[in-house]
């Protein structure tokens, strides 16, 4: 994987990791930032996902090539 | 003879008045000398600027007690609660000044070295706590703060590098009951607002407590699908988003 490949894979991990914590930290401010607590909580499950989807990949094609060697 | 009596005895009660009057100014003069509190640390610039993070300094000024009323006044409220006078060591007794509230903190060594008498005094009421000090194995550090029936309502450990953890509020009838007394005596009229507040649950920063906001978010994120999946994909993210924004919450508290 080319290093921008590897900033963009990692990138989903860390983002989304802030989005929850923002959003977390945004959360118990009342109502009227409740809406911008869950849309940060929506991006960064959204994140994670796609960091999970990816990763999953990354390691069935790499046990692939492992057992094809 | 009883002219030299008539002589005398005016003389005399001269020289007792005299004598006893300066007495007087010495025990005045010596009294005045004894009373002053020393700085021992003073920061005017922390005065002015409050941190919003609770772990932050908020001490802005230390006094070492003089042998002064103050000093007797936070004796007697100690004594009154059982303690002993030799077991404490006045001397070293010191006031703490602190800019995010008007609480004053004493604090008095003990003979036991692990063990420093705490009291909170503000509007003539005091809170009488002792803290535990001593070591917890691994290199750690335990304190607790304990009110004087022996019941915890605060505990820390630290390690090596003063970090803290474990931390722990318990639940304790005395301390609720001086923090009521307290909130009710300076927010008369925010307290009512209070009720209303907590039964509509608007903000759960306003809640009385840290651990009450940890558990209004915590009901409140239960009714929203979003948080509830949250949770299920990076629960510890979330709690800790929740730990942090509940730091500060009290009823006043900024939403």
Known sequence: MSLYGKIKFWSFLVIGIICIVAGGYLYPYGPDKRPWAEFLLLIGVGQLLIFAVLFFLRYRKRNKEAANA | ?255
């Open chain 2, 1 to 255: 003879m009883k002219r030299m009596y008539l002589v005398f005895l005016p003389l005399v009660g001269v020289i007792l008045f005299f004598f006893f009057g300066c007495n007087k100014d010495e025990e005045i003069q010596s009294s005045g000398n004894e009373s002053s509190n020393a700085v021992i640390y003073e920061d005017a610039s922390l005065k002015e600027q409050v941190s919003p993070y609770f772990y932050d300094n908020h001490i802005y000024r230390i006094e070492l007690l003089g042998a002064n009323l103050e000093r007797e006044r936070i004796l007697r409220a100690a004594l009154d609660q059982g303690l002993e006078e030799a077991f404490l060591l006045l001397e070293e007794a010191q006031k703490f000044f602190f800019n995010h509230t008007d609480v004053i903190m004493y604090s008095i060594p003990t003979l036991d070295p692990e063990q420093t008498l705490i009291l909170y005094e503000t509007m003539g009421l005091y809170q009488v706590s002792m803290a535990h000090f001593g070591p917890a194995g691994g290199g750690n550090m335990s304190f607790s703060l304990k009110t004087m029936d022996d019941r915890d309502y605060f505990s820390l450990k630290l390690d090596d590098q003063m970090r803290m953890g474990e931390l722990k509020v318990y639940e304790n009838e005395e301390i609720k009951s001086f923090n009521r007394t307290i909130y009710s005596l300076t927010y008369t009229e925010e307290s009512q607002d209070v009720t209303t507040k907590s039964a509509t649950a608007d903000c759960c920063r306003n809640e009385s407590s840290w651990s009450d906001c940890m558990d209004c978010t915590v009901n409140d994120c239960q009714g929203s699908w979003l948080c509830k999946i949250v949770g299920i994909v990076a629960p510890v993210e979330l709690v800790a988003g929740f730990a942090a924004s509940c730091i500060g919450a009290g009823p006043d508290a900024r939403c």
